[in-house]
């Protein structure tokens, strides 16, 4: 069975079948690293930088499917419009400035006016293909989309979506699902993980519009890509091609993707080590070729729908190790649900969600492993047996953190050094580091070079340095300061008053409060989270607090952050189906 070894200093733990085994090897005790320690409290905190905050387009109302019919029926005390992202075509098509695509998470892909901020259904993803899923709520069904870097001349974008295979139907898609349509190949094998069942599948789709001018999808579907999960959420989420890499580039048309490890890595048993496997998929970012023709002399994938780089001047890490999957560019991630790149620093960026104590945020590097799920955040993290899903200080002694940090992985002759994160903070101050952006806009001067970023559950918003982020590369114990971000918020209903400072998290419960959202008894929003208020065994919590001793309502915020191609940024809740934009700065960020 293959399994890592994490060596740290002094110190040796091996996670084996699911069990985190520590043996001191010295009398000799270690300081335990004050920034490494888990905190009693909240440690973000607003340090006076405010942005202006607008409603920008309210997202069409839609439901969920499970096994049932598709599409699924409108719940009113669920979230009412789950977009999960917002983007731009590349600059050089004819519509860039005019609209946005928005994946619904509930099956259908939208176009976005910008003039008229009117919704156009675009793509009936959720009906084309009959195993399309939501279930369970969060993570799976419709999740991204991703332009190819030639679309303006080819037409050719990617989505992902997740399935249950055990829901009735065709596997394939079908293709008298819509107009003008045809489904080009069958479904190709998925590739599973090497242990334990398989109940959900992420599949990734190229897309090929035969008239980019228009608002309707007229043209071919190709599946790419079918990767198998063990268990429910943390699915493959996001995609992005390289921006700086132009045509006869080593890089140019590469895809990466994100790939979560389906909760595999924090479970005891033969799922654990999936994370650090380099023979499965889940828990990694990958990079293809979708275009076979691009570069003929790469090697071409066995279902024959992508190439992986080989034989470019720019080769995947993992060609050349027997039995390793070709597709994996770093690995050691728990939840990268959505990645990012600067072409002003050419920095890769990835969001990773932590188990029960950390968030991270992680400069993805090529061959990187960070250390999932032998760490979480700036720790050894115990998985199984009494300290499972804690931390080395969260147990009592605590455990030190050396200055060695290597983990033993199979398939690899040497040891290989663990990347830390170059920030994170804790669950008191949230449960799901969300999405985020380097800002490179004109309204917000004061802000270029922040990586702004949100709190998924609570809604806070956060900025770092993106130049201390990229300083901070390699310092195990040391994160960049995170600050929180006030929002000043210009109430749609009136229109006279001036912005009112608010949290996001009470905008999202107004908002949903105002299309008609039905909240349950015991939350103000959708869903549960237990630093807001929610359910843990069938039961609330309360008393739930944010840092400063306001009490929150329970349920998520679910808020997400997206970009356009003018380098704006936009913030979209679910819970209440709106997105809406950052529009100015109202205090900057004091001088350093």
Same mark, same amino acid.
């Given at each position: 069975m293959a399994f890592a070894q994490l060596k740290r200093?002094?110190? !040796?733990?091996?996670?084996?079948?699911?069990?985190? #085994?520590?043996?001191?090897? &010295?009398?000799?005790?270690?300081?335990v690293t004050p920034e490494a320690t888990y905190p009693p409290g909240p440690q973000l905190k607003y340090n006076g930088t405010a942005l202006l905050l607008e409603d920008y387009a309210t997202i069409p109302l839609s439901g969920r499917r499970n096994d049932g019919p598709y599409p699924g029926k409108i719940d009113m005390t669920e979230q009412l419009g789950r977009a999960n992202a917002l983007r731009s075509e590349p600059a050089d098509a004819p519509q860039a400035d005019k609209r946005f695509f928005v994946p619904g998470q509930n099956g259908m892909l939208y176009v976005l006016d910008k003039a008229t901020r009117q919704f156009t259904p675009y793509l009936d993803v959720g009906k084309i293909f009959p195993k399309f899923s939501t279930e369970p709520v969060y993570g799976m069904g419709l999740i991204s989309i991703a332009f190819d870097p030639g679309y303006a001349k080819n037409g050719k974008f990617y989505t992902v979506h997740s399935e249950r295979p055990n829901i009735a139907g065709p596997a394939n898609g079908k293709s008298d699902a819509i107009p003008n349509f045809k489904i080009i190949g069958n479904v190709t094998p998925a590739i599973n993980p090497p242990a334990g069942e398989v109940?959900?599948?992420?599949?990734?789709?190229?897309?090929?519009?035969?008239?980019?001018?228009?608002?309707? !999808?007229?043209?071919?579907? +190709?599946?790419?890509?079918?990767? /198998?999960? $063990? !268990?429910?959420l943390h699915p493959m989420a996001d995609?992005? !091609?390289?921006?700086? =890499?132009? =045509? /006869?580039? =080593?890089?140019? /048309?590469?895809?990466?993707? &994100?790939? /979560?490890?389906?909760?595999?890595?924090? +479970?005891?048993? *033969?799922?654990? %080590?999936?994370?650090?496997?380099?023979?499965?998929?889940p828990g990694k970012i990958l990079r293809i070729t979708p275009d076979i023709t691009l570069r003929p002399n790469d090697m071409l994938n066995i279902n024959e729908r992508y190439r992986v780089p080989t034989n470019s001047r720019d080769p995947n890490p993992?060609?050349?190790?027997?039995?390793?999957? %070709?597709?994996?560019?770093?690995?050691?991630?728990?939840? *990268?649900?959505?990645?990012?790149?600067?072409?002003?620093?050419?920095?890769?960026?990835?969001?990773?969600?932590?188990?029960? &104590?950390?968030?991270?945020? $992680?400069?993805?590097?090529?061959?990187?492993?960070?250390?999932? =799920?032998?760490?979480?955040?700036?720790? #050894?993290?115990?998985?199984?047996? %009494?300290?499972?899903?804690?931390?080395?200080?969260?147990?009592?002694?605590?455990? *030190?953190? %050396?200055?060695?940090?290597?983990?033993?992985?199979?398939l690899l002759d040497k040891m290989v050094p663990v990347i830390p994160p170059v920030a994170y903070?804790?669950?008191?101050?949230?449960?799901?580091?969300?999405?985020?952006?380097?800002?490179?806009?004109?309204?917000?001067?004061?802000?270029?070079? @922040?990586?702004?970023?949100?709190?998924?559950t609570t809604g806070r918003l956060f900025y770092t340095d993106l130049a201390e982020m990229i300083a901070n590369q390699g310092k195990r114990v040391k994160s960049v300061p995170i600050v929180e971000i006030e929002i000043a918020y210009k109430n749609p209903d009136s229109a006279n008053a001036a912005p009112v400072k608010r949290?996001?998290?009470?905008?999202?419960?107004?908002?949903? @409060? +105002?299309?008609?959202?039905?909240?349950?008894?015991?939350?103000?929003?959708?869903?549960?989270?237990?630093?807001?208020?929610?359910?843990?065994?069938? $039961?609330?919590?309360?008393?739930?607090?944010?840092?400063?001793?306001?009490?929150?309502?329970?349920?998520?915020?679910?808020?997400?952050?997206? +970009?356009?191609?003018?380098?704006?940024?936009?913030?979209i809740s679910k819970p209440d189906g709106m997105i809406r934009k950052l529009t100015a700065v109202i205090t900057p960020p004091p001088a350093k």
């Open positions: 200093g002094k110190h !040796f733990t091996g996670a084996l079948i699911g069990t985190a #085994l520590i043996a001191a090897c &010295s009398t000799t005790p270690l300081s109940g959900f599948q992420s599949i990734i789709v190229e897309w090929t519009d035969s008239n980019i001018n228009n608002n309707t !999808f007229e043209g071919s579907a +190709r599946e790419i890509l079918r990767a /198998g999960l $063990n !268990f429910p995609m992005l !091609f390289n921006p700086l =890499a132009k =045509a /006869g580039d =080593a890089d140019y /048309g590469n895809l990466y993707i &994100s790939v /979560g490890d389906g909760t595999s890595g924090e +479970r005891a048993g *033969p799922t654990h %080590p999936i994370p650090q496997r380099l023979d499965a998929l993992f060609i050349s190790v027997k039995g390793a999957r %070709p597709e994996i560019f770093a690995y050691g991630l728990r939840n *990268p649900h959505r990645i990012t790149w600067d072409p002003a620093s050419n920095t890769l960026i990835a969001a990773d969600i932590g188990d029960h &104590s950390w968030e991270e945020l $992680n400069i993805i590097v090529k061959g990187g492993n960070y250390g999932w =799920a032998e760490c979480e955040g700036p720790e #050894l993290r115990f998985t199984g047996g %009494p300290n499972g899903g804690m931390t080395a200080t969260q147990i009592n002694p605590p455990l *030190p953190y %050396p200055a060695e940090d290597t983990v033993k992985v199979d903070y804790s669950h008191h101050d949230g449960l799901a580091v969300g999405s985020g952006y380097v800002y490179r806009g004109k309204l917000m001067p004061e802000m270029v070079g @922040k990586y702004i970023f949100t709190e998924m949290r996001m998290y009470d905008i999202t419960a107004d908002g949903f @409060k +105002r299309r008609g959202g039905v909240p349950l008894k015991e939350t103000v929003l959708p869903g549960a989270s237990t630093i807001t208020g929610g359910f843990r065994g069938g $039961n609330l919590t309360t008393g739930k607090v944010d840092p400063y001793g306001v009490p929150y309502g329970g349920g998520r915020a679910d808020v997400r952050l997206a +970009r356009g191609v003018d380098e704006e940024i936009y913030l």
